[in-house]
């Protein structure tokens, strides 16, 4: 059965071996060029200064000006790497979704079963096959895209936790393509057919990430606040490093925002009565930067989070396939 499993589908793994093959010729000689670059430019040493006392003004122009030189001639690499997103999105479409429907739309799953192969074995088989070629495919893929991307996500001080630089790398695309894969099976056996399959796996699959990106990812810890006074704003968060600033504003000395999603920094000696720094804005004496946040040390714990719930959701679903396909006619 594992033979005939494999002989089914390796066209298909034959096809995804190229892919992989196709983008570790892009990802090896780009992310060795742009980390030549970024460290020739003295962008690590950048990137552990910033949100501390020791980012001088002259120190933090001269990493501006480093930064704007290395995104000039890499910024398009992040266009490219915006496309592999639907990499875990096309496993479960052309990898899951045809895994039961085409079988029962061709009718060639009678001739298994009637063969002395159980529905069981025969679901658990194929599912196997599947799962594993998608589990190396995304492992190989994620590690792969995380070292790419580490340059660029640092460079462009948005951090790894941003929202399309945190879904392309680490364990999170494991769980992406694994809960794909699942849905185009599961969605296999309630459709059985290849389009209408691959439709509900395409609107299940954005319909689960957009909510857990929107809804869940920033509440799976309790988030930190960090304030610091407008006269002394050497102490922050550092995005560059892998902070997720989630909320930032201005509050007073009750507490109360005053101006959402604006910072500010004044000279220690332009806060009295009269000053000039922020006036216009209504800052005075006693107020303060306020900040939500995520601290980037625990970017590998939200990752292990999100892959958790994802391969958790995808067994629930297989287990679901596998009670469809016993019951099939």
Not at 49 to 73: E, H, V, Y
Request: proline content about 5%; hydrophobic content about 50%.
């Amino acid at each position: 059965m594992i033979w005939l499993a494999w002989r089914q589908h390796r066209k298909q793994a034959l096809f995804t071996a190229i892919g992989l093959a196709l983008l570790a010729a892009l990802m090896v000689p780009t992310g060795l060029a742009m980390r030549h670059t970024f460290a020739g430019l003295g962008l690590d040493d950048c990137v552990g200064a910033l949100g501390t006392a020791s980012m001088i003004p002259a120190a933090a122009d001269t990493c501006g000006k480093a930064s704007t030189q290395f995104n000039s001639q890499y910024g398009v690499m992040t266009l490219i790497g915006v496309l592999f997103l639907v990499l875990p999105l096309l496993a479960g479409l052309f990898w899951g979704a045809p895994l039961v429907a085409r079988e029962i739309e061709q009718g060639t799953h009678r001739m298994v079963w009637t063969q002395g192969v159980s529905r069981g074995h025969w679901a658990l088989v194929k599912f196997g096959v599947a799962g594993a070629v998608a589990l190396v495919a995304s492992l190989v893929y994620g590690l792969g895209v995380s070292w790419w991307l580490t340059p660029m996500s640092q460079a462009g001080q948005h951090g790894r936790f941003n929202l399309f630089f945190f879904d392309m790398q680490g364990t999170a695309p494991i769980g992406y393509t694994i809960f794909a894969v699942a849905l185009g099976i599961f969605a296999g056996t309630v459709w059985p057919k290849v389009l209408p399959a691959m439709s509900a796996t395409l609107v299940g699959f954005l319909a689960l990430r957009i909510a857990l990106t929107t809804l869940a990812r920033p509440h799976y810890l309790p988030a930190h606040v960090l304030t610091f006074p407008i006269e002394d704003a050497t102490e922050q968060t550092n995005p560059a490093a892998g902070d997720w600033i989630l909320s930032y504003g201005i509050r007073d000395a009750t507490g109360k925002m005053i101006t959402a999603n604006a910072q500010i920094a004044c000279a220690p000696d332009a806060t009295g009565p009269g000053a000039a720094c922020g006036a216009d804005i209504g800052i005075t004496s006693g107020n303060y930067n306020w900040q939500l946040y995520q601290p980037g040390s625990r970017y590998w714990l939200f990752q292990g989070i999100e892959t958790g719930i994802f391969i958790a959701v995808a067994a629930l679903l297989l287990y679901l396939a596998i009670r469809r396909v016993r019951r099939a006619a």
